[in-house]
């Protein structure tokens, strides 16, 4: 059986390796590089805490390849286990984060609930006002400027072709299966798969169905190398909307994310920019996670475009209009973590029809439903 995978982000990379790894022929076609979209644009968090439950079994399947992601691929994609870290700041957040865990246990995600003085032993200098938090021992970072590529070369090795730099791409249906033009040349397939991240929508459209997704920009940043201090992934529960968060890596720089509005991207020509006037407001936003943050330099920020689908849950599974399509894209911020279990998943149910992960919140007709779930959050992906 031959597929074509449109787009060479984590989805996509993913989704190849896992399907050549199955025996099938893969062709990749990646509008500029891979890796070079949401993925690279990505925080690196690995974090199940605070996700839509019925997630949790992907979520949990996915965790389950980024541990063996150094053997899979070959290379070292900078998976650490550190832990997640998520304070709480108000009350309000508290009701909810203990909620969580509670909800949670029954779907096999254990999180520990940790009281100020628990917090000042474990991580000192981290969140000094804060009245609670949760621990995800298990859960960590990785490395999102090396996961899809490490993928993409792995999938190579297998026999997949890996076609760059496409441009827009036309794809149709055709009697045999689907036809893709590109500037790079034309293919053709028995199987097509939709990872096209925030183009995703269009793609899918294109083939009768419509999903209500808009595209926007995170703002990031990594400050200059210091002293390492932090060992786990940082965030906070919150329902006043407040979503920073922070990691160290090993080199010692801090990455942080969110305490920023995500603004709209043109998805033509698609290139997100970080806006250097919202920095210090920013910054002022992580300053309750981390005090010290506010005496540190700021070497680069940047942005990335991101698909964000109304209800805030992906689009994953067969096509309900077109017999051999499938579809893995709208991640809404928050797809990083789920990346390995989606490729996995994906790539067995295109070559067996069937997979034991449930998706059904996740089928693209829910949009011609009523009653669509509605996630618990997103972002910090």
């Keep these: 059986m031959r597929v074509i995978v449109l787009g060479g982000g984590l989805m996509g990379s993913a989704a190849a390796f896992f399907l050549a790894r199955r025996g099938l022929r893969v062709t990749v076609l990646e509008r500029n590089r891979v890796g070079t ?58 009701a909810d984060m203990r909620r969580y865990i509670a909800d949670a246990r029954p779907w096999g995600l254990e999180l520990d609930e940790l009281t100020p003085p628990e917090i000042r032993r474990r991580f000192p200098g981290l969140g000094p006002g804060a009245i609670a938090a ?87 940043g990594v400050t200059e190398p210091l002293p390492h201090r932090i060992l786990p992934v940082v965030g906070m529960w919150s329902r006043a909307g407040g979503d920073g968060y922070l990691r160290q890596v090993e080199r010692g720089n801090i990455v942080f994310g969110g305490a920023a509005e995500r603004v709209p991207v043109p998805l033509d020509p698609g290139h997100a920019k970080a806006d250097p006037a919202r920095l210090p407001g920013q910054l002022r936003g992580l300053v309750r996670l981390l005090p010290a943050i506010a005496d540190v330099t700021v070497i680069r920020t940047w942005s990335g475009c991101e698909g964000y689908v109304a209800d805030k849950l992906p689009v994953m599974g067969p096509s309900a209009t077109t017999p051999g399509l499938f579809h893995a894209f709208g991640f809404s911020g928050h797809g990083f973590q789920l990346g390995p279990g989606v490729g996995d998943v994906m790539a067995e149910i295109i070559a067996t029809g069937r997979t034991d992960t449930p998706l059904q919140d996740f089928r693209i007709d829910r949009f011609q439903t009523a009653g669509r779930p509605v996630s618990l959050e997103a972002g910090q992906s």
């Design 37 to 94: 979209g949401a993925t690279v644009a990505s925080f690196g968090n690995i974090r199940r805490s605070g996700r839509y439950l019925p997630q949790l079994p992907l979520a949990h399947r996915s965790r389950a390849l980024w541990g063996e992601a150094e053997q899979l691929l070959g290379r070292d994609v900078e998976f650490r286990a550190t832990g997640h870290l998520r304070l709480v700041f108000d009350e309000d957040g508290l």
């Design 134 to 220: 949760s621990f995800s021992p298990q859960d960590g970072s990785g490395n999102p400027r090396l996961i899809a590529p490490a993928f993409a070369d792995a999938a190579r090795r297998l026999g997949a072709e890996i076609v760059e730099e496409c441009g827009p791409v036309e794809v149709s249906a055709t009697g045999s299966g689907f036809e893709a033009v590109t500037r790079r040349g034309r293919f053709t397939a028995d199987c097509l798969l939709n990872a096209a991240g925030a183009w995703g929508a269009r793609v899918a459209a294109g083939f009768g169905e419509p999903v209500p997704m808009s595209a926007y920009g995170p703002q990031m």
